[in-house]
């Protein structure tokens, strides 16, 4: 099946500090790339889909200057999370889809999600 | 626009025993895809059925199956012989083929007793 790795797994920072994620598709070239936030024992939520070599997507409430996504090939991603603040601690989960010759998507492979603790 | 209602905040099922956990969504897409996913506490999303709505035969995955009704904008997971490793968070999501996002429900956590 498709893999999906995410770096780091877990990261601490100081407040106002940048903190980058990677998010790898190892065995396929991703199209598309979603990243999610989620709180303990809630749901995930969509911040942004990145098409790779153009701008990120953002959802609506999401601050594009805080998280700064860059797609800069089929197989990479990145989340910046700029100034870090403590309220920006949170899971945060990528996860990436293929088109198919169709032109559609049927699915999203998931990374194993990084863990951001800003004190 | 799609959402997702997953109404069971939680719930529990004896060992062995089958459990059905419920959600429901709106969209005015006629073709599209719906999920369940399961998060253990590694927090990993994990995959566990896959319903293309365009298709009337229920998907079946060894002990998990769904049932799908269009109509209705239902879409239910059954859990048969319950294994204290299915003890997770459940996400039902929808996914319309175009833009490829996918909408999430609140989420149902099971926890499968001895």
């Known amino acids: 099946g498709a893999v999906v790795s995410q770096h780091p797994s877990w990261v601490i920072c100081k407040s106002g500090t940048s903190v980058k994620i990677e998010c790898r598709s190892l065995?396929?070239?991703?199209?598309?790339m979603f990243w999610y936030r989620q709180f303990p024992k809630q749901s995930l939520m969509l911040m942004a889909t990145s098409n790779e070599g153009s701008k990120a997507t953002y959802e609506q409430g999401v601050e594009k200057d805080k998280f700064l996504i860059n797609h800069a090939s089929l197989t990479l991603s990145t989340l910046t999370v700029t100034s870090a603040h403590p309220e920006d601690s949170s899971f945060y989960i990528c996860?990436?889809?293929?088109?198919?010759?169709?032109?559609?998507?049927?699915?999203?492979?998931f990374g194993p999600g990084t863990r951001l603790t800003v004190l | 626009a799609q959402t997702v209602t997953q109404s069971q905040p939680e719930m529990s099922v004896q060992e062995a025993e089958t459990v059905t956990l419920s959600c429901t969504y709106d969209?005015?897409?006629?073709?599209?895809?719906l999920f369940w996913y399961k998060q253990p506490p590694s927090r990993q999303m994990i995959l566990v059925i896959r319903q293309e709505a365009y298709k009337q035969q229920n998907a079946t995955e060894n002990r998990f199956s769904v049932n799908f009704q269009k109509a209705a904008k239902s879409f239910s997971l059954k859990i048969s012989d319950s294994q204290l490793g299915d003890t997770a968070m459940y996400f039902c999501a929808f996914m319309d083929n175009q833009g490829g996002k996918l909408i999430f429900g609140q989420g149902t956590e099971l926890s499968v007793k001895p």
């Open positions: 996860s990436a889809s293929l088109l198919l010759a169709s032109g559609n998507y049927n699915e999203q492979f």
């Open positions: 969209t005015s897409e006629s073709n599209y895809y």
């Open positions: 065995d396929f070239q991703a199209t598309t």
